[in-house]
């Protein structure tokens, strides 16, 4: 019996639309491994900031960024997800702190980086049928994937969510207003990356849920398999 074709679900979307827990939420439906490439760009962030004297992203030489990168970061797969390390284990806590939030689209520009940085997502997909999210998945990573999406949504509601996200509490206006102005210029910081597949299905979260986000990606990915063939893990 031949092997399955890999399938790729890619989410693409600016900062803080919801691709990766919806990514996440979407692999788990499907029975299939999900992998994030947002924090592959953090992991590497981290690892350069263990490695470097000078803490101003603006001047680090991407040829420094990544010695740290091939020496430091390592995405490791488990039945669920491909696990992003560093040094051997995961990170979580430092991957998000402010530390790397506020360096990590400097290094995400760099287009040594990238390359590195994609060429580990392919390899995730080597593995078998997979979920992934970005800014370009669907353009640069994976131009063939079977189903691409791009999530977008009001920027006041983006930094809603965020905001709550981080104080586990309904977040003020003022917060919310002050997240919003970060948001806005990350993204003008990060267009260039933050581009829609031209046949990518664009889905507008603002007024959704993340569950009926959930559901019409599961669906649309259902519509597509059943035409050309089933996800496989294997």
Known sequence: MSKPKTFVIAIDGPAASGK????HWVAQRLGVRYADSGA????????????AGEPDAANWREADVLDSA?????????????????DGAPREEELRNPEVTSRVSAVARMSGVRSWVNEQMR???????????????GTAVFPDAG??????????????RRVMQALQRAPTDVEIAAETDLLVHRDA??????????????????????????????????????????????
């Open 123 to 137: 390899s995730a997909a080597a593995h078998g049928s997979i979920v992934v999210d970005g800014r370009d998945m």
């Open 147 to 160: 189903v691409k999406i791009f999530l977008v949504a009001d920027p006041w509601e983006r930094a809603r």
């Open 70 to 86: 091939r020496r430091r970061v390592r995405m490791t797969p488990n039945a669920q997800a491909f696990v992003v390390e560093l």
């Open 40 to 51: 592959l760009y953090r992991a590497v962030t981290a690892a350069r900031l263990r490695d």
């Open 189 to 234: 910081k990060d267009a260039q990356q933050t581009q829609q597949a031209p046949d990518a299905i664009l889905l507008d979260t603002t007024y959704l849920t993340q569950e009926e986000q959930v559901d019409r990606i599961v669906a649309i990915a259902q519509a597509v398999t059943h035409r050309g063939g089933e996800t496989s893990k294997s």
């Open 20 to 23: 990766s827990s919806t990514a």
